[in-house]
């Protein structure tokens, strides 16, 4: 059975910092490609970033690109998301999902794509 499990929100002020978990058990984790989402209170989820656990491919959002940064390690079945630099409208829940996809194919796929996703972990930032 495959299981997503994800850790590390919290509540920070602006301009704080966070590191984000997503350990995964259940599949081969070098064959995916794994992206973080995330969704605020009446908004639709929405992309962060993803990563190619076979090519070490990566893709950011324009909201989050210079102040988020994405890392695997394959040893442990982890993804990481490190959030710097925090802002009030990064409030949300963020969850962190999977989807197969061989080394040379791309990393960005569609949020319907995926095919499993985590439980997701609240992370909260004041002004």
């Known amino acids: 059975e495959v299981h997503l499990v994800e850790s590390g929100g919290g509540l920070v002020q602006a301009g704080g910092s966070l590191r984000l978990s997503c350990v995964a058990s259940?599949?081969?984790?070098?064959?995916?490609?794994i992206g973080w989402f995330r969704q605020a209170p009446g908004k639709e989820r929405e992309g962060v970033s993803c990563?190619?656990?076979?090519?070490?491919?990566?893709y950011y959002a324009d909201s989050v690109k210079g102040r988020f940064a994405i890392s695997s390690d394959n040893a442990k079945n982890t993804v990481y998301l490190q959030v710097n630099s925090l802002k009030p409208e990064d409030t949300a829940v963020y969850y962190c999902?999977?989807?197969?996809?061989?080394?040379?194919?791309?990393?960005?796929?569609?949020?319907?794509?995926?095919?499993?996703w985590g439980q997701g972990t609240q992370v909260t930032v004041s002004s």
């Open positions: 999902a999977a989807v197969e996809a061989p080394a040379g194919i791309g990393v960005l796929f569609p949020l319907r794509d995926y095919d499993y």
């Open positions: 259940g599949f081969t984790f070098d064959d995916y490609v």
């Open positions: 990563i190619s656990n076979s090519d070490g491919s990566t």
